[in-house]
């Protein structure tokens, strides 16, 4: 029979995609969108591998196996492998559903303290990672094109951080995506792959009881989930 897992191992498994958020960059092998969807799919290590019982003063030395009671019929346990996670879902056309769920609200948060704290790094789980973009865009030296976007995106968040005197008391509320989802054929916007792509997001916040927003440009979709291609307007 496999033991149950307790309490407070079942808490550590649901963890999955909130606690790896801040990973969004990593290598995504065409078949995994960032870290963090990777991340959600690794088992967690059982109580026992983490530190072995400590042995009691009456066990037999290690040279020693145990003492077994020859008219018994019990059977020494055996321990049981924990059962794999299954790996999130993977289309080599990039069409999977776009999904706005808590990790798109967590990855948009993060946004909003990179503007808060004038820190573009901060923001960086929301941005559209760059080992996908090379083979989805089909320009030339896509590798370069993303890090000329990437260095706009910068720019854009100084410029946000630079549109209040104070960004004290500043509360998270939501980001909502902006136009109706549209899927983009390979071929219709200088891309190798197909992508769904939103227009004029609104993140969401609020100062001392009032709502207020500013304009996330463009997102597109990788594996089913939104990246930020354009903050602000795109200047050529």
Same mark, same amino acid.
């Given at each position: 029979?496999?033991?149950?897992?307790?309490?407070?191992?079942?808490? !550590?498994?649901?963890?999955?995609? $909130? &606690? /790896?958020?801040?990973?969004?960059?990593?290598? =995504?092998? @065409? %078949?995994?969108?960032?870290?963090?969807?990777?991340?959600?799919?690794?088992?967690?290590?059982?109580?026992?591998?983490?530190?072995?019982?400590?042995?009691?003063?009456?066990?037999?030395?290690?040279?020693?196996?145990?003492?077994?009671?020859?008219?018994?019929?019990?059977?020494?346990?055996?321990?049981?492998?924990?059962?794999?996670?299954?790996?999130?879902?993977?289309?080599?056309?990039?069409?999977?559903?776009?999904?706005?769920?808590?990790? !798109?609200?967590?990855?948009?948060? $993060? &946004? /909003?303290?990179?503007?808060?704290?004038?820190? =573009?790094? @901060? %923001?960086?789980?929301?941005?559209?990672?760059?080992?996908?973009?090379?083979?989805?865009?089909?320009?030339?030296?896509?590798?370069?094109?993303?890090?000329?976007?990437?260095?706009?995106?910068?720019?854009?968040?100084?410029?946000?951080?630079?549109?209040?005197?104070?960004?004290?008391?500043?509360?998270?509320?939501?980001?909502?995506?902006?136009?109706?989802?549209?899927?983009?054929?390979?071929?219709?916007?200088?891309?190798?792959?197909?992508?769904?792509?939103?227009?004029?997001?609104? &993140?969401?916040?609020?100062?001392?009881?009032?709502?207020?927003?500013?304009?996330?440009?463009?997102?597109?979709?990788?594996?089913?989930?939104?990246?930020?291609?354009?903050?602000?307007?795109?200047?050529?």
């Amino acid at each position: 029979m496999i033991p149950l897992l307790s309490p407070h191992l079942r808490a !550590l498994s649901g963890l999955g995609l $909130g &606690l /790896l958020l801040g990973c969004a960059n990593s290598s =995504p092998q @065409l %078949g995994a969108p960032s870290a963090i969807v990777a991340a959600s799919a690794a088992p967690i290590a059982s109580a026992s591998a983490v530190a072995p019982p400590a042995m009691s003063a009456s066990a037999p030395p290690a040279s020693e196996p145990p003492l077994v009671d020859a008219g018994s019929d019990a059977s020494p346990p055996v321990a049981a492998a924990a059962p794999a996670e299954a790996a999130p879902p993977f289309a080599a056309d990039n069409k999977l559903p776009p999904t706005e769920g808590p990790e !798109l609200q967590v990855r948009a948060k $993060g &946004l /909003l303290e990179a503007v808060i704290q004038d820190d =573009p790094k @901060l %923001g960086d789980a929301f941005w559209f990672p760059k080992e996908p973009f090379i083979p989805l865009k089909d320009v030339k030296g896509p590798d370069k094109y993303w890090e000329q976007l990437h260095r706009t995106y910068g720019t854009d968040v100084h410029a946000l951080h630079k549109k209040r005197k104070s960004w004290s008391g500043v509360v998270f509320e939501k980001f909502e995506i902006g136009s109706k989802p549209k899927w983009v054929k390979p071929g219709e916007e200088a891309n190798k792959i197909g992508y769904h792509r939103s227009f004029r997001g609104k &993140l969401h916040y609020a100062v001392d009881g009032k709502s207020e927003s500013f304009e996330v440009r463009t997102v597109i979709t990788w594996q089913g989930l939104w990246y930020i291609t354009h903050l602000s307007k795109f200047k050529k």
